[in-house]
């Protein structure tokens, strides 16, 4: 018999107190009051002034400014998170939004600094970099002018900071808060028209239920409820591209996907070479695993809503949250006791809020907060395999973000297309915990089905998102898309990923609206094939027993953003530049399917 589902009122919820007591906290008016105070206080004594000061000057300078973004960090950390479970709650909103702009106000005031940083010559800051104050810090200054070639002047660069709030935030919050209060109308299976008002993290669930009439309603009910809020949905997606588009022109950004790139601090052609291997692979890899699922299925082919259904002789088995506790921590210490160490730190100490609840982004995150507090985990447990597995990604995430903390606030955080290395590998070894312990072989072909979906999901859907968002973006100094515009570049792009396995059809179409990527990080979505690609590609390494993996991976976490992926890379004998490095991660996939067909 399958377990129960896990109670929401058996998961854990965050404790946010190590941050602050709440939102009237004297610790939180404090802070607000010494970074308004401190970053008057900095402008006064360094603004005009870089450029003449040593090396040790310049140290002392970045120091200070450190400590300024670290205190507006913890700040913000605190409003984001508050926020991410109360999102229907207006008070909370209205918290949130203040708070943003109270911190707006004051970042204005350091904003000259790595304006005026980036308008240092070469010369003479090679110079201030030898004293080992300020090379300390070389790391996040050759990070900061990797974008000089795109800064404006002051002015504008002011004008565009303070209007965030009221052009580019302001639509993202207008999102997350109408998603938020959505409730999608599923009719559930039986006699009687039964209707259940139902969340989107909920809804988004049930397409995962093993009764197809479950799925069906839930796909029915999805579409139905964005095709409600289809104009809202399409006014805030091409209000967004537009702003990006004039933005990037003033910037003199040659694509649109060209600023991701330099935040990511990864080469246009390695982008192309990784987004150019999944596509020619899309044949051998997702439309081969879901003609294999459409036979077990006993179909030509499957529903949309198919897509991530378990397969027919999955018993549904469902984890409790000492399960996948459990599992996950017992994994992580099998490839080392200092990883589950810290990922234990998670449960005991209460940094990870897990029940699903109306009002609370459907999504899961680690925020990684400051490096003088530590992470939190965020997600929606429902008890099923791929919960564990969410678990276990966002606890990668975790156990970064604290090795990398050492590095401080400025050059702790790691570009996307790496942020995802640490996620993804933990996933890779629950599952192979999962798979090693599993005595069945139908259970077994049901944990390697599960895999190859969730990789599918990474990569192959990922790729996918980022080629409509290529496509939409490129669309859109033309004039505004329509949603039937936008719905028809998301039914080309889903056919070509999933390929003639599926039929598709209208419960499908406004699909794309309910993607937070698209609209609060343009170009995020490749960062995960990345990780996934090169986490295969890493682990394959780790299998061939490479002498000192298990240190250099640590050192790899532990250097957060100070290094690039060629230098992280190098000591596995791996290069991201290579076609070869690509195919071999895909490769891992492509093994997996392999090894299901066999079981047929």
């Not at 580019?168 to 109308?185: P, V």
Request: aromatic share 10%.
């Amino acid at each position: 018999m399958p377990k129960p589902k896990a109670k929401k009122t058996d998961l854990p919820r965050w404790n946010l107190n190590d941050l602050y007591a709440g939102p009237k906290s004297a610790k939180l008016k404090a802070d607000l009051a010494w970074t308004e105070a401190e970053s008057k206080k900095f402008r006064k004594a360094y603004e005009g002034r870089l450029k003449g000061l040593d090396g040790q000057g310049l140290g002392r300078a970045i120091a200070r400014y450190e400590k300024i973004a670290e205190r507006i960090g913890k700040i913000m950390s605190y409003g984001h998170l508050l926020h991410a479970t109360n999102m229907s709650d207006t008070a909370v909103s209205v918290f949130f939004q203040t708070l943003q702009e109270r911190v707006t106000d004051i970042s204005t005031e350091t904003l000259f600094f790595s304006l005026e940083l980036n308008r240092i010559g070469d010369g003479v800051l090679k110079r201030q970099l030898k004293h080992p104050k300020s090379a300390h810090y070389a790391p996040w200054v050759r990070d900061v002018r990797v974008f000089r070639d795109h800064q404006l002047s002051d002015e504008a660069e002011k004008l565009l900071h303070e209007k965030s709030l009221t052009s580019h935030n302001a639509w993202i919050r207008l999102f997350g808060e109408t998603m938020a209060d959505i409730r999608f109308s599923v009719e559930k299976p039986g006699k009687g028209k039964r209707i259940k008002e139902m969340t989107l993290a909920d809804t988004l669930n049930m397409l995962s239920d093993k009764k197809p009439a479950v799925r069906k309603q839930a796909a029915k009910a999805l579409n139905a409820g964005l095709g409600k809020n289809i104009r809202t949905f399409t006014l805030i997606t091409n209000t967004l591209a537009k702003d990006k588009e004039i933005e990037d022109q003033w910037r003199r950004y040659p694509e649109p996907q060209s600023y991701r790139n330099l935040s990511n601090q990864v080469e246009d052609e390695v982008v192309a070479a990784l987004v150019g291997s999944v596509r020619k692979n899309y044949t051998n890899l997702s439309h081969r695993y879901y003609k294999l699922k459409a036979k077990w299925f006993g179909v030509r082919q499957l529903n949309t809503w198919d897509r991530n259904a378990p397969l027919p002789e999955d018993s549904d088995r469902r984890f409790s949250w000492d399960e996948a506790k459990s599992t996950v921590l017992s994994a992580y210490g099998g490839f080392a006791p200092e990883m589950a160490s810290i990922a234990k730190q998670f449960f005991d100490k209460r940094w990870i809020d897990a029940p699903p609840e109306a009002g609370k982004d459907s999504g899961a995150f680690s925020h990684s907060t400051v490096p003088s507090v530590h992470p939190y985990v965020m997600m929606n447990f429902h008890g099923k395999a791929r919960d564990v597995m969410t678990l276990a990604h966002e606890l990668g995430h975790g156990v970064h973000q604290v090795l990398a903390a050492k590095q401080g606030a400025l050059m702790s955080d790691t570009p996307l297309t790496l942020a995802e290395t640490a996620s993804v590998f933990g996933e890779m070894l629950t599952f192979r915990k999962m798979l090693e312990t599993e005595k069945s072989a139908k259970r077994r072909r049901i944990l390697l089905a599960g895999k190859v979906e969730d990789m599918m999901n990474t990569v192959i859907r990922q790729i996918a998102f980022h080629c409509f968002e290529e496509q939409v973006h490129s669309e859109r100094p033309k004039g505004e898309l329509s949603a039937d515009r936008l719905g028809k570049i998301w039914m080309q792009v889903q056919r070509e990923s999933l390929g003639p396995a599926f039929k598709f059809d209208d419960e499908y179409r406004h699909f794309w609206a309910y993607i937070p990527h698209f609209l609060h990080a343009p170009f995020y979505v490749y960062a995960y094939a990345f990780g996934d690609c090169l986490v295969n590609s890493l682990y394959d390494v780790f299998q061939s027993g490479h002498p000192g993996f298990e240190k250099k991976y640590f050192d790899m976490l532990k250097a957060g953003g100070t290094l690039r992926h060629k230098e992280l890379l190098a000591p596995f004998g791996l290069d991201a530049s290579d076609p070869a490095f690509w195919n071999r991660g895909l490769s891992v996939i492509s093994g997996f399917i392999d090894e299901l067909e066999e079981t047929l």
